[in-house]
């Protein structure tokens, strides 16, 4: 067995050089939230403890569930089931420590998972988000765990010892790794990326290579290219080092608003001339007027849009990225009828709630029938960062990771991303297989099970408490929205009808 620990910056005693246990503080974990350039309301000492004690932050029995389950504190979840190669994260709860017993040959990454409060519907509750390093962050008592399943097919048990005594509390979290080779994704996953927003002190090459291949890493495959970031068309630079990690699988966008023209190829690459965002129902002739300048470039016109918007004008686009909630059967049947290809994308979500996102980003996707899958944004705000001298200034808003001295800091959520992008790629597998199932008496059940999934799924993404209205930022519904779908068991399924 090999263990992975928390190793704390410097030398440490003798008695602790081989594991180290940070412990769990109350005041110091008051006192962390505290720090974050948060308002805190009146009352909040009470809060935080009743806010921890339900998220199991202190106290209580140590428990371990898969990312998907964490706001219900899953020891009831399902077994995962992780194709061989590919990436798991799930949690560990109520521990003061976390220290991994892993089987030989896996490598598996320990985060401290920082939370923040937030006022929903009235109330005050803590949302997790992000995943610093122990060196970035002081424990609070919930960690992530992240391995890469480059084990032999069969049940597999990581023991993880989650306190600082060597009699300490110890649980166990079981999965399992099948030896099945999934397709990569068939449509373009991707978030909008400006360089511009990063903060200056984190936009060096070394820097920007980091995000690529985090987002590579996480499941995308295509990207976009802002030309006005250097002052001047950087568009092959940054072209390229996206192409250098995969993500030019599918068309970039290229959005334009300097003096240097646009490139409509780099190196055999067909760009996307991205028109105007989100348009109101008033700006038909400035997406009329971008129309005309995509064509002379020989460029596919594409551009962010509402739903409504997309009925009235959507034939000025060639691919329209339709706002979550909108795409319909009605919707499709319009789209195939003036050539129009429909992509969907979210601009209220952040880097927590784990299980929307995986839900967004798998059976949501498939079955909605969107032909791609976008997020705003990779980082949102140039402020939101882990200062040079370590200080947190995290804002929390529209961002999947946080930019730091050591490279960008992931979220629960964008690991959710990349969970939902592998149970596309699963679903999809099944659905191909069949499609080609002739002569295999099993087909009929599999294309049952699809077609039962896909019908369950509303297209209307999320829906409020009755009487609030239900508006994603106000009430931040996507914090806390729950599905109600026990993922791990859907991709286990698949899988089983993907074996057979």
């Known amino acids: 067995m090999k263990t992975t620990s928390m190793t704390p910056p410097g030398p440490a005693p003798a008695s602790a050089r081989k594991t180290f246990f940070h412990p769990l503080l109350y005041n110091g974990f008051l006192a962390m939230v505290c720090s974050w350039q948060i308002s805190i309301p009146a009352g909040a000492r ?7 004690a339900r998220l199991a932050l202190v106290g209580g029995t140590p428990w371990t569930a898969p990312l998907s389950a964490i706001n219900r504190q899953a020891a009831e979840g399902s077994r995962a089931v992780v194709p061989a190669g590919e990436y798991h994260t799930f949690v560990v709860g109520s521990a003061a420590a976390c220290r991994i017993d892993a089987p030989e040959g896996l490598d598996t990454e320990v985060f401290v998972v920082k939370s923040y409060p937030k006022s929903i519907n009235g109330e005050w509750h803590l949302r997790p988000c992000y995943m610093p390093t122990h060196q970035q962050s002081e424990a609070t008592g919930l960690w992530a765990v992240r391995f890469k399943a480059a084990l032999p097919p069969g049940i597999h048990k990581l023991t993880i010892s989650t306190s600082d005594q060597p009699a300490g509390t110890r649980v166990d979290y079981e999965f399992k790794v099948v030896d099945l080779k999934v397709p990569a994704a068939d449509i373009p996953f991707g978030l909008w990326y400006d360089y511009n927003r990063f903060p200056d002190a984190y936009r060096s090459p070394r820097f920007e290579e980091m995000y690529i291949r985090d987002m590579a890493e996480h499941g995308m495959n295509t990207g976009t ?139 949501y996707t498939w079955a909605v029938g969107a032909k791609g899958c976008y997020r705003w944004a990779y980082v949102h705000d140039k402020k939101s960062c882990v200062l040079p001298d370590g200080q947190w200034n995290a804002r929390m808003d529209h961002e999947y990771v946080l930019p730091g001295p050591d490279g960008p800091i992931s979220t629960l959520g964008w690991e959710g991303v990349r969970e939902g992008i592998l149970d596309y790629r699963v679903i999809r597998a099944l659905e191909t297989k069949v499609l080609a199932g002739r002569g295999n008496p099993k087909t009929a059940e599999a294309a049952l099970w699809l077609a039962r999934w896909k019908h369950s799924v509303d297209p209307k993404l999320y829906r409020g408490p009755a009487g609030l209205g239900g508006h994603p930022n106000r009430d931040n519904l996507l914090d806390t929205f729950d599905p109600g779908i026990d993922l791990e068991n859907l991709r286990a399924q698949a899988i089983e009808f993907l074996s057979d």
């Not at 009470?46 to 921890?52: I, N, R």
């Not at 993500?247 to 003096?259: G, K």
């Not at 240097?260 to 190196?267: H, L, M, R, S, T």
């Not at 067909?270 to 002739?285: K, N, W």
Request: with cysteine; net charge negative.
């Open 225 to 363: 290219v802002y030309t006005w970031n250097a002052g001047k068309n950087d568009q092959v630079r940054q072209f390229r080092l996206m192409r250098k990690y995969g993500l030019d699988r599918f068309p970039i966008m290229l959005l334009v608003r300097c003096d240097d023209p646009a490139i409509p190829e780099i190196d055999g690459h067909r760009f996307m001339l991205f028109g105007p965002d989100e348009p109101s129902l008033e700006r038909r002739q400035e997406c009329a007027d971008s129309l005309v300048v995509a064509r002379k470039l020989g460029m596919q016109h594409v551009t962010a849009i509402n739903p409504r918007a997309t009925w009235a004008f959507g034939e000025l686009f060639d691919v329209c990225i339709v706002l979550r909630n909108g795409l319909t059967p009605a919707l499709h049947d319009y789209a195939k009828e003036v050539g129009m290809e429909l992509w969907m994308y979210d601009c209220s979500m952040r880097g927590t709630n784990p299980q929307m996102h995986r839900y967004f980003s798998g059976l």
């Open 46 to 52: 009470t809060w935080v403890e009743d806010s921890a």
